[in-house]
Structure formats: C-alpha cells, structure tokens
C-alpha cells in the first residue's frame, strides 16, 4: 500500500473548516504531495505590521507597535510617533496568517488621488501616511479580498506639556468683592473655598472646582484664619486668628477644639497635624491615646509650609504625609521636604535635592510620563510638583520642581511644565487636582495605550490653583486650570 504525504499549509479547527466548507486540494504532478490550501476569510488576516527602520525619521522606528483590528479593518499605532514626525516617506513590512494571493497599498495624495503599490516581502515601496492608505488583501484563490486601513497617527501637540488655557480660567467665588484670602479643601465629596473679603468670610461649595458654586450660609462665631483650611477624613478643620483650632463635620456648623496651635499642617488620616504654641510641639488632634506632644527639631518649619500631600503605597505600612518649604522658629527658609509615617516627622529630602529655600510653595500629587527610546513604551508616574513660592531674596519663583519619589528627590521640571507667561508670579496659592469626564469631541488626536477601540469620554485629572499672593502681597483673583496635554488625547480601549 502506498502512503500519499500531506502538508497542510493552514489550519483551521475541523469544525470550522467543515461548516465553511472551503478548503481544495491540489496534486502536484511531479510527486505524490497532496496540498491543502484554505479559501476561507481568515486568509486574507494580517498577522503583523511594522515600519521599517530609518533613523533620519526617527531612532527605533521599527519598534513602533501596531495594533491590528480585522473586525473594523484598521491598522494603527496606538502610541502615536512625537510631533513633528516625518510620515511621507515610510517603508513597511506586513505579515499574513496564511498564504495570500497579493497585497496591494492604496496610497492617498494631497489631491486625493490614489495610487496603488502591490506589496512583496522582498522589496517595499516608500509611502506616504499623511492622507490615508489603505491595504487590500486578497485570498489565495481570489475569491476574498480585506481592506484595512492603516493609520500611523502622529501626536498634534507635545504630549508631556501642562498647558493653563486662559479659556479656562475663572475668578475665585463670590469675586464681586475684594479678596483678601483665599483656603480650599477637599472633603464629603465636595471641594470648599473660604475667602476672606471686604464683605467678611464667604464659604463656597462644589462638586468640582470649575464650579458652580453654592455659598451656604455659615456662622463661625470667630475670625478665621482662611488660609489654614483643611480637611481629615471626618472633617474640615481651620485655626482662627488667635491659634485655636476650630473643625466641622458639615461645613456649616463649627466649633472650637480647646486645642491652640502656632500652625495648622495638615491632615492625615482622621486627624490633623499641627505645632502648638510656644513651646513648639509636634501635635495632632484628636489625640490618639498614647499620644504626648513632643519638642520639634530645630530645622522643622512652623509656617509656610507647602500643603501637605498624603500618598499610599505598597511597600509601605501606613500613608506618607509629605510638604515642602517652610520657615523655621529662627526665621530659616528651608528648602527640605519633611516626611511623616503616621509616628513621627523626618527630613526625608536627600543629596538629589534641589528645592531651593522657599516660603509658601504650591504642591499637588499628579503625573508625568517618560518614553523609553530603545523600546518606546511610555511609562506614567506618580509626581509630585511644586510651584510659586518665596525665594530667600525675596523674589517669587517661576520653575516647576518635580518628584517621582515622593519629595525624597526633587528635579526642576523643564519649561514644559512651568506656568504660562500670562500668570504672574505668585506665592501662598492653594492647589485642588480633581478626576473629571471630557467628552471626545473636547480631546486632541492621539493616544496612549494600546487598545482596540475609541472612547467617547474618558477621565482626565486637572490641576486648579487658587489665588496666591503677587510680588506686591496682593491675592490673585483667579482659578487656574492646568491638564498635561496627554490626558486630553483621545484614549483608546
């Protein structure tokens, strides 16, 4: 008996192929083979697409990763090239799941006039991406034909730039008087703005800081010291203008503490810390138990201390409060960042430190992302940034410092996340980010993950400051909204 080879060239699951019914079979004549070609529309699938390399375009080029979706018939980097990226004149190399009959590009020119390149892995025409291409893909026996189009999309604005549009800028709330002080806080899902103005103390509600506003009405019974406004988990909390701490569980309603504090930092958990009055005491309240006051060090800041920021991690046992600047009880500025572990305070900023010493700075928690240049996968990190600020001489500082390590190091941020020339100089602002939905229409071309599908709306983190003092000591009446570019790409999903 004589035993005939097969070589099977594409397979399918035999239910498939059954249901289908779209193989045949071809006896080469010159020997006993029996080939077995499949004519369904699986065989006209891309199986991979890449850019050829060309370093006068860009470094790694054929590193750029594209997703490839036959459902829709699109071909597309997800992680769009840098701005300016030369895109008329690429090569490509395309691989298929099975055999195929041909490939075809359909080029798109400024006049949209197309003009067809047959693809062979041999050789691969220069192209021009820029007004459209699409490839069609035709089967084996020439009964199927794919097309998809290939996208290689181009960012339309630098990616990691904070932008501050005037557009979006809004004066403080209640700003028909004039303001004195400004203090926000984030608490109850809502966040609250106390100004100090010439009518008295107005205190506005939102559920984000673009407004709109409410102004409930509120009866301290005493003076505040807008500025200290904070919250713990279980309230908001403020000193008034003679040290005594002061909280609320509404916003409304407040009552004193019995508790008196040169300054209020911040708070953590569901307390808050402070210093108390002379003599000056690391403190908190509500006390835990087992809690004693004890003498802060010599170098710790007992005001102008940035905002406190708190951060979770995974490595560590409890949150990390950490702030920024200050001025020591000798009238020292300092330029560390102070730690606390939910114990005990520490300077925790190393030799990597380049804060200058600086009075009243801005910090926030928010992003930034780097690009590595070998594979070109962009990774986010959590940073930390600081702004405005009074400098030793006297002067307000106009850099953005950043911290990927939660204040240990600081880094100047580069001109790219420094404030727009519109916004002056300023020091003592207070600062809120808030998650909100933008529509898509709203956002930018470009994307940032890899994923197979537009969305029609998507989080975006924005970044809104409160007033601040100009070089004159004058309260800015403005909000300021600021987003990294990045965040308004449209994502994919």
Same mark, same amino acid.
């Given at each position: 008996?004589i035993?005939?080879?097969?070589?099977i060239?594409f397979?399918?699951?035999?239910?498939?192929?059954?249901?289908?019914g779209?193989?045949?079979?071809?006896?080469n004549?010159?020997?006993?083979?029996?080939?077995?070609?499949?004519?369904? /529309?699986?065989?006209?699938?891309?199986?991979?697409?890449?850019?050829?390399a060309?370093?006068?375009v860009?470094?790694?080029?054929?590193?750029?990763?594209? /997703?490839?979706?036959?459902?829709?018939?699109l071909?597309?980097?997800?992680?769009?090239?840098?701005?300016?990226t030369?895109?008329?004149?690429?090569?490509?190399?395309?691989?298929?799941r099975?055999s195929?009959?041909?490939?075809?590009?359909?080029?798109?020119?400024?006049?949209?006039?197309?003009?067809?390149?047959?693809?062979?892995?041999?050789?691969?025409?220069?192209?021009d991406f820029r007004?459209g291409?699409v490839?069609?893909?035709?089967?084996?026996d020439?009964?199927?034909?794919?097309?998809?189009t290939?996208?290689?999309?181009?960012?339309q604005?630098?990616?990691?730039?904070l932008?501050?549009?005037?557009?979006?800028?809004r004066?403080?709330?209640?700003?028909?008087?004039?303001?004195?002080?400004?203090?926000?806080?984030?608490?109850?899902?809502?966040?609250?703005?106390?100004l100090h103005? $010439?009518?008295?103390?107005?205190?506005s509600?939102?559920a984000?800081?673009?407004?709109?506003?409410?102004?409930?009405?509120?009866?301290?019974?005493?003076e505040?010291?807008?500025?200290?406004?904070t919250?713990?988990?279980?309230?908001l909390y403020?000193?008034?203008v003679?040290?005594?701490?002061?909280?609320?569980?509404?916003?409304?309603n407040?009552?004193?503490?019995?508790?008196?504090?040169?300054?209020?930092?911040?708070?953590?958990?569901?307390?808050?810390?402070?210093?108390?009055?002379?003599?000056y005491?690391?403190?908190?309240?509500p006390?835990?138990?087992d809690?004693?006051?004890?003498?802060?060090?010599?170098?710790f800041?007992?005001a102008?201390?940035?905002?406190?920021?708190v951060t979770?991690?995974?490595?560590?046992?409890?949150?990390?409060?950490?702030?920024?600047?200050?001025v020591?009880?000798q009238?020292?500025?300092?330029?560390?960042?102070?730690?606390?572990?939910?114990? $005990?305070?520490?300077?925790?900023?190393?030799s990597?430190n380049?804060?200058?010493?600086?009075?009243?700075p801005?910090?926030?928690?928010?992003?930034?992302?780097?690009?590595d240049?070998?594979?070109?996968?962009?990774?986010?990190?959590?940073?930390?940034m600081?702004?405005?600020?009074k400098? *030793?001489?006297?002067?307000?500082?106009?850099?953005?410092y950043?911290?990927?390590?939660?204040g240990?190091?600081?880094?100047?941020?580069? /001109?790219?996340? *420094?404030?727009?020339?519109?916004?002056?100089?300023?020091?003592?602002? $207070?600062?809120?980010v808030?998650?909100?939905?933008?529509p898509?229409?709203?956002?930018?071309?470009?994307?940032?993950?890899?994923?197979?599908?537009?969305?029609?709306?998507?989080?975006?983190?924005?970044?809104?400051?409160?007033g601040g003092?100009d070089?004159h000591?004058?309260?800015?009446?403005?909000?300021?909204?600021g987003?990294?570019?990045r965040?308004?790409?449209?994502?994919?999903?």
């Amino acid at each position: 008996m004589i035993m005939k080879s097969f070589k099977i060239l594409f397979i399918l699951p035999a239910l498939v192929i059954l249901a289908l019914g779209v193989s045949c079979n071809k006896k080469n004549s010159d020997d006993d083979t029996l080939y077995v070609y499949t004519t369904s /529309t699986s065989s006209t699938l891309v199986s991979s697409f890449r850019l050829q390399a060309d370093a006068e375009v860009m470094a790694h080029l054929d590193s750029v990763y594209f /997703t490839i979706d036959p459902e829709r018939g699109l071909i597309y980097n997800a992680d769009s090239l840098p701005k300016g990226t030369n895109i008329s004149s690429l090569k490509a190399t395309v691989a298929f799941r099975s055999s195929i009959g041909k490939a075809v590009f359909n080029v798109m020119d400024a006049d949209h006039v197309s003009t067809e390149h047959e693809y062979s892995s041999a050789s691969s025409t220069a192209m021009d991406f820029r007004y459209g291409v699409v490839l069609a893909v035709t089967s084996l026996d020439g009964l199927h034909t794919k097309e998809y189009t290939v996208k290689v999309n181009v960012h339309q604005q630098e990616p990691d730039t904070l932008v501050w549009p005037m557009a979006y800028r809004r004066n403080l709330p209640a700003s028909a008087h004039e303001n004195y002080a400004v203090g926000t806080a984030h608490f109850d899902g809502a966040y609250w703005c106390l100004l100090h103005c $010439s009518d008295g103390f107005v205190m506005s509600k939102a559920a984000t800081p673009s407004g709109p506003w409410t102004q409930p009405d509120v009866e301290f019974g005493f003076e505040p010291d807008v500025a200290t406004l904070t919250a713990s988990d279980d309230a908001l909390y403020l000193l008034d203008v003679n040290g005594n701490l002061c909280y609320s569980t509404d916003g409304l309603n407040w009552s004193q503490a019995g508790v008196k504090w040169k300054s209020l930092i911040g708070g953590y958990g569901d307390r808050v810390l402070g210093v108390t009055a002379e003599p000056y005491c690391y403190d908190e309240y509500p006390r835990r138990d087992d809690y004693e006051p004890v003498p802060i060090a010599h170098d710790f800041p007992i005001a102008g201390t940035s905002q406190l920021m708190v951060t979770t991690a995974d490595w560590a046992v409890a949150d990390q409060a950490v702030m920024a600047g200050g001025v020591t009880a000798q009238g020292e500025l300092i330029s560390h960042s102070w730690g606390y572990d939910g114990n $005990s305070w520490a300077i925790i900023s190393g030799s990597q430190n380049v804060l200058p010493a600086i009075e009243a700075p801005t910090v926030f928690s928010y992003y930034t992302f780097t690009t590595d240049e070998t594979t070109l996968v962009t990774t986010k990190h959590e940073t930390m940034m600081l702004m405005g600020g009074k400098l *030793s001489d006297g002067s307000l500082n106009t850099a953005t410092y950043v911290s990927k390590n939660r204040g240990i190091s600081w880094t100047k941020g580069g /001109t790219a996340l *420094s404030m727009p020339n519109v916004q002056a100089p300023f020091y003592g602002a $207070s600062a809120q980010v808030c998650i909100k939905q933008i529509p898509a229409a709203a956002g930018s071309n470009g994307a940032q993950r890899r994923v197979a599908q537009a969305a029609n709306q998507w989080d975006c983190p924005y970044i809104y400051i409160f007033g601040g003092y100009d070089s004159h000591g004058n309260l800015q009446n403005n909000i300021w909204q600021g987003v990294l570019t990045r965040f308004t790409f449209k994502p994919l999903q």
